[in-house]
């Protein structure tokens, strides 16, 4: 008749928690900065700075054109014109044009993608300098 509950696990609250997920769909245009505090999928234009808590992804449809463009992980269909900053990936598709430079941890850009700027990638710390002189 009763049943047991099941056990709260950190598995089960990362399941359960909402993570907001933000949609400019096709046709839409959105003029002036845009913060999101989940993920962000882009199918329309922003013109303007764009920062995400979560993941942003622009589709093949979808323009980003701005000064800065900050997020965890970022994937590139279509075209972003803005300094990019991702703490985790950043991932430009075959189709993905991006116009600006980028730091992120991880960057891949796919055969076809097109990319002007420079690029900054790896670990966020500095690594120690290793002498190669000889010692007296």
Do not use: W
């Amino acid at each position: 008749m009763f049943t047991a509950k099941p056990k709260s696990t950190k598995a089960n609250k990362a399941e359960s928690q909402h993570v907001a997920i933000t949609f400019i769909s096709l046709g839409s245009e959105v003029q002036g900065d845009l913060v999101v505090a989940g993920n962000l999928r882009v199918e329309g234009v922003v013109r303007g700075n764009v920062r995400a808590e979560g993941d942003i992804e622009i589709s093949a449809s979808g323009v980003i054109e701005g000064q800065t463009v900050a997020a965890r992980n970022i994937l590139i269909h279509g075209r972003v014109k803005a300094t990019i900053s991702a703490n985790g990936q950043l991932r430009i598709h075959s189709h993905g044009e991006v116009e600006g430079d980028v730091t992120a941890e991880s960057l891949d850009i796919e055969s076809g993608a097109r990319f002007v700027g420079y690029s900054h990638t790896g670990i966020k710390h500095s690594a120690d300098i290793i002498s190669m002189e000889k010692k007296s």
